[in-house]
């Protein structure tokens, strides 16, 4: 649910926030998933896996896929906050995420 | 490694690392380009996922 959840919720967010989903995938298969589920913020097509490992989302080369991580960086370019989650605790990464930056802003 | 340790991720307040990679419409996004704004990273496994 985390993907209709940032589509939902962005829009209240800070305008000086940009969004971007990560995957493995291809742009064939991003666009598909952007146009089903009306994204819109860019999903990046991170093919050769360099931002999964520059990120810590994935271990090697092989790995099929990124593990759910969310990372919000900051307007100078450090990491603001990085949280993982279970396959349990979806929701409750990005709403805490969210929840982060509304503090953040008021 | 579905049932390893958790990840250990890069360390707040630490630089994050610049890329240059393609979105779903084939546009080039570095997050050099981004300074000045605030980015949310959202991995996720596939793009099939429920969203």
């Known amino acids: 649910?985390?993907?209709?959840?940032?589509?939902?919720?962005?829009?209240?967010?800070?305008?000086?926030?940009?969004?971007?989903?990560?995957?493995?995938?291809?742009?064939?298969?991003?666009?598909?998933?952007?146009?089903?589920?009306?994204?819109?913020?860019?999903?990046?097509?991170?093919?050769?896996?360099?931002?999964?490992?520059?990120?810590?989302?994935?271990?090697?080369?092989?790995?099929?896929?990124?593990?759910?991580?969310t990372?919000?960086?900051?307007?100078?370019?450090?990491?603001?906050?990085?949280?993982?989650v279970s396959l349990f605790g979806i929701k409750a990464n990005v709403n805490a995420s969210i929840a982060r930056l509304k503090g953040h802003d008021t | 490694m579905i049932f390893g340790k958790p990840p250990k991720l890069l360390p707040v307040g630490a630089p994050a690392p610049d890329f240059e990679v393609l979105d779903h419409e084939g546009r080039t996004v570095t997050l050099a380009e981004q300074r000045g704004s605030r980015v949310l990273l959202w991995f996720y496994p596939h793009a099939s996922t429920p969203g």
């Open chain 1, 1 to 69: 649910m985390q993907g209709k959840g940032l589509r939902d919720r962005v829009p209240q967010l800070t305008p000086n926030l940009k969004v971007f989903g990560v995957s493995f995938d291809t742009m064939a298969a991003n666009k598909a998933f952007a146009e089903k589920y009306g994204f819109g913020f860019p999903l990046l097509c991170d093919t050769e896996r360099t931002m999964g490992l520059a990120y810590h989302a994935a271990d090697d080369l092989e790995a099929r896929a990124p593990r759910r991580i």
């Open chain 1, 71 to 84: 990372y919000i960086i900051d307007a100078e370019g450090l990491i603001e906050s990085a949280e993982a």
